[in-house]
């Protein structure tokens, strides 16, 4: 689904980027991890086309992501998921279904559809003023599945969330994974990586300095921020 081989991406004299090798494979949910400035943003940024590595390959489906098409079957979840707040969140995904090349009836179809896989029902045509935040990450996943993606990208989705609107977004991410979705997520909330991910990634100073299933780098009872914290503390030595 996602290959990066052997990726830089420099920035004048910086770095962010140095030799990144890994692939995420169809129906996998995968979770790349680090401190702030390991170079995860810059990762997400070459797979969304906005930038392109130095040197090395980025591609979805075979295809480079800085191509179009590479992003036709692609979903994408930012952290602060904005709605204009006069749209209800009927219209907005309305207007997202335009943009999918959906119209009329069908855009009503797949509209009620996602509200639904998001737990919106009946709540889809209040205006978006009156939504909490967990409540705008769940318009945010149903906009980005209105196209039935293969892949879907949540950065840092419960972020700034409280304990119920976290379980909330994690059981609508949850539905999607067991439907087949494959599922890359950036996210500090270790605790949520360690109950829902496959595979983890840890990131450092712009190198991927672990690499595993999250059975196996978890499996001598350690948790998965006690992982976390003694990779990167080593690396920083």
Known sequence: MIILDNVTKKFGALKAVDQVSFQVNN??????????GAGKTTIIRMLLGFIQP???SV????????QTKARKKFGYVAEQHMIPPYLSGLEYLLRHASLSGLSGKNARIEVERVV?????????KDKSS????????????AAAILN????????????????????DV???????RSS???????SHLLSEVEKTCDTIAIMNKGRIVKKDSINSICAHGETLEEVFVNYVTKENK
Not at 130 to 141: C, E, P
Not at 170 to 176: E, K, P, S
Request: hydrophobic letters at 40%.
């Open 180 to 186: 087949g979705l494959t599922i890359f997520l950036n």
């Open 148 to 167: 039935n993606p293969e892949l879907l990208m949540l950065d840092e989705p419960v972020s700034g969330l409280d304990p119920l609107g976290i379980m």
């Open 116 to 124: 639904e896989v998001v737990s919106m029902s009946g709540k889809e």
């Open 59 to 66: 591609l979805i489906n075979g295809i480079p992501a800085s």
């Open 54 to 56: 130095t040197s090395g």
């Open 170 to 176: 994690r059981n609508v991410i949850n539905d999607l």
């Open 130 to 141: 009156g939504y909490s935040k967990g409540m705008k990450q769940r318009i945010g996943i």
């Open 27 to 36: 129906d996998e949910f995968f979770a790349l991890l680090g401190p702030n």
